[in-house]
Antibody
Framework: EVQLLESGGGLVQPGGSLRLSCAASGFIFSNYAMSWVRQAPGKGLEWVST????????HYADSVKGRFTISRDNSKDTLYLQMNSLGAEDTAVYYC???????????????WGQGTLVTVSS | DIQMTQSPSAMSASVGDRVTITCRAS??????LAWFQQKPGKVPKRLIYAASSLMSGVPSRFSGSGSGTEFTLTISSLQPEDFATYYC?????????FGGGTKVGIK
């Protein structure tokens, strides 16, 4: 059974930093690209970032480019999101999501974690 | 960037109704489209991938169609557990983009 368990969310002041983690199990983690998707309170879904299987290929939404860094540790089956220079607009539930297929193209998401809430406020 | 325009943004329907939700892409995305269902306070759940393939375990009353720029999610006979918000996602190219969502409420 695929499981994705996020952690690291919480309350942070504007301008601060936070590192999210997503522990994966139930599948061969190193075979799949992984992503972060967020959802601001009462709003829709927003793709944040994707990382390829080897950790080299990364993609970011313009809204986070230069501030967020996605990474992974395949030896620990864990995905990360380092978030710097946080602003109120980054307040959201952050989900990690597994790519739905092993293909070279961008993929959608077949499994999602439960999410971790990040609140940016003074 | 590819924009995904989803319509309607909200609707009211009754149990047993046929429901159709549309997503339009600002440029062709072949069949690189997925549909997700999200209930309040819950995690999004994939219903349809590759525009028309049903995710394992999803009831057959859900179906997807379309290719290129126009896509449809159809619920053939709405059930009480289907009242939720539905999102489309294009994964033809980065940045990946979701539609704005369609909230299906009870009439």
């Amino acid at each position: 059974e695929v499981q994705l368990l996020e952690s690291g969310g919480g309350l942070v002041q504007p301008g601060g930093s936070l590192r999210l983690s997503c522990a994966a199990s139930g599948f061969i983690f190193s075979n799949y690209a992984m992503s972060w998707v967020r959802q601001a309170p009462g709003k829709g879904l927003e793709w944040v970032s994707t990382i390829g299987t080897g950790g080299v290929n990364t993609h970011y939404a313009d809204s986070v480019k230069g501030r967020f860094t996605i990474s992974r540790d395949n030896s620990k089956d864990t995905l990360y999101l380092q978030m710097n220079s946080l602003g109120a607009e980054d307040t959201a539930v952050y989900y990690c999501a597994k790519k739905g297929a092993i293909t070279p193209r961008p993929g959608d998401f077949d499994f999602w974690g439960q999410g971790t809430l990040v609140t940016v406020s003074s | 960037d590819i924009q995904m325009t989803q319509s309607p943004s909200a609707m009211s329907a009754s149990v047993g109704d046929r429901v159709t939700i549309t997503c339009r892409a600002s440029q062709g995305i072949s069949n690189y489209l997925a549909w997700f269902q999200q209930k309040p306070g819950k995690v999004p759940k994939r219903l349809i991938y590759a525009a028309s393939s049903l995710m394992s375990g999803v009831p057959s009353r859900f179906s997807g169609s379309g290719s290129g720029t126009e896509f449809t999610l159809t619920i053939s006979s709405l059930q009480p557990e289907d009242f939720a918000t539905y999102y489309c996602l294009q994964h033809n190219s980065y940045p990946l983009t979701f539609g704005g969502g369609t909230k299906v409420g009870i009439k």
